[in-house]
T-cell receptor, first 114, second 111 residues
Framework: AQKVTQAQTEISVVEKEDVTLDCVYE???????LFWYKQPPSGELVFLIR??????QNEISGRYSWNFQKSTSSFNFTITASQVVDSAVYFC???????????FGKGTRLSVIA | KAGVTQTPRYLIKTRGQQVTLSCSPI?????VSWYQQTPGQGLQFLFE???????NKGNFPGRFSGRQFSNSRSEMNVSTLELGDSALYLC??????????FGPGTRLTVT
């Protein structure tokens, strides 16, 4: 069975600070996929990124960056120069190969204060 | 392309009633998954449909059922509603690269 742990339940930062959201996963599969989703107060889950298990290259997209390390089973998400609009609940998820569902962590609620 | 749409957005039902929720996936997507989100249990997988066939099911009682139509639209039904069924029900359609795109959800309140 797969499992995702997001140890940080809530984080509060002041605008323009950098913040890292932690994600640790467990899986016995050699091929798997990792995801980050953002859930703003409206409730819709917004897809942010997908990373394949065989691709450990880190990725940067604007103020967002992701650090994937198979050695520590972690897939952390950093927001640089946070903004109030970044306030949301962020979910990390894992999916095995094939017709399998997403398995989500419990989420981290990020509050960015102006 | 239009995103995933879900109707209704909000619903209030009484214990013992049944409810049907609807989801229209992104055009061209043939896979639809349903998830239940509650404060206590988080996001939990209900079932997945592909080409009108259920091909995956989560650990939920038989009161939760679903179906998919030939146009890929999907419905889920919950019979004999219980207070614990109050939740945000999210539908997702899957593209070719495993990522799932979610709709805005239906917030169900059971009183």
């Amino acid at each position: 069975a797969q499992k995702v742990t997001q140890a940080q339940t809530e984080i509060s930062v002041v605008e323009k600070e950098d913040v890292t959201l932690d994600c640790v996963y467990e899986t016995r599969d050699t091929t798997y996929y990792l995801f980050w989703y953002k859930q703003p107060p409206s409730g819709e889950l917004v897809f942010l990124i997908r990373r394949n298990s065989f691709d450990e290259q880190n990725e940067i997209s604007g103020r967002y960056s992701w650090n994937f390390q198979k050695s520590t089973s972690s897939f952390n998400f950093t927001i640089t120069a946070s903004q109030v609009v970044d306030s949301a609940v962020y979910f990390c998820a894992i999916k095995a190969q094939g017709n399998t569902p997403l398995v989500f962590g419990k989420g981290t609620r990020l509050s960015v204060i102006a | 392309k239009a995103g995933v749409t879900q109707t209704p957005r909000y619903l209030i039902k009484t214990r013992g009633q049944q409810v049907t929720l609807s989801c229209s996936p992104i055009s061209g997507h043939r896979s639809v998954s349903w998830y239940q989100q509650t404060p206590g249990q988080g996001l939990q997988f209900l079932f997945e449909y592909f080409s009108e066939t259920q091909r995956n099911k989560g650990n939920f009682p038989g009161r939760f059922s679903g179906r998919q139509f030939s146009n890929s639209r999907s419905e889920m039904n919950v019979s004999t509603l219980e207070l614990g069924d109050s939740a945000l029900y999210l539908c997702a359609s899957k593209g070719l690269e495993h990522e799932q795109y979610f709709g805005p959800g239906t917030r169900l309140t059971v009183t």
